[in-house]
């Protein structure tokens, strides 16, 4: 018989790479310790390289169950699939920072996320202006 089985909560993050511009999207339940793994290069064979230059941007934490977090990550990655953000593109550029966070802002007011949910990581003064648009954008839905 299980005794107080914890409910574990979900969170999609959008990571960058400082050193290459490539982002990338995942979902986790501990996103320290998830962090701390592919700046180890013990993530994803997409965040394999150039390891230790991953930083965090943007979290969306509180994801109730393990499907709605794996809808969201998918959804990030190929929002045309789902009919997300028709000005998102099938190329190279959909992994581009603006559009990454265009798709996330669609996200967040389609699955209803609030905007308490959402954590920015500024870690460039060069990224400010895009990351400040970003929640002025979240705050007023």
Known sequence: MKVNAQLS?????????????RTYVGYTTSIETRLCQHRLGHGSNATSRDSKSW????????ISNRKTALL???????????GLAATASTSASAHHL???????RILIATFGICPTQVTIHNVSPALSDSLHDFLCKIESI
């Open 55 to 62: 930083v965090l941007l943007v979290a969306l934490r509180e």
């Open 72 to 82: 969201l990550e998918n959804s990030w990655h190929r929002p045309w699939l789902v």
């Open 98 to 104: 603006s559009n990454r966070l265009l798709v996330a």
């Open 9 to 21: 909560m979900y969170t999609v993050y959008l990571l960058l790479n400082i050193a290459t511009g």
